[in-house]
């Protein structure tokens, strides 16, 4: 009986150990991470931006929140039910050298806005001022979605 006990006692100090192992090597895979992403600036990494979405009638305006980015950074793409945007990071030289670490605002962005209907593609306006892209869409009439009872 008291064998057993001990077994038990060394099997399960044995297991307290190989967690604590796996929990020191979960650490340095993030730190190391981490300290990627802060030699590369974190512009290896996608982020989706805050998006509103308002819809008045047959119109729909988005408002894409993206301060720090310049108007020739962002590619607006427009299909029959979505609005999709991207920003590539900008490397900038400084005294004729690249930087080490770059400034927060440096990074990727990418959102897409699937909308239940159709958009007219002849009537989308974009505008950028202040960080923020608005996007002016005209539902396209006809394509309307109901909710249909199930019998």
Known sequence: MEVQIVKEEQSALNSQVNIGREITELERSLRRIISHLVITGSKDIDREPPTDVYEDGDKVIILFDIPGVRKEQIKLRVGMNYVEITTEPTTYVTAGKPMLLERLG?????????????????????????????????????????????E
């Open 106 to 150: 440096n990074y990727k962005l990418r959102r897409r806005v699937e909308f239940p209907f159709n958009i007219r593609l002849d009537d989308v306006k974009a505008y950028y001022k202040d960080g923020v892209l608005q996007v002016n869409l005209t539902k396209l009439p006809g394509y309307n979605t109901t909710e249909v009872t199930i």
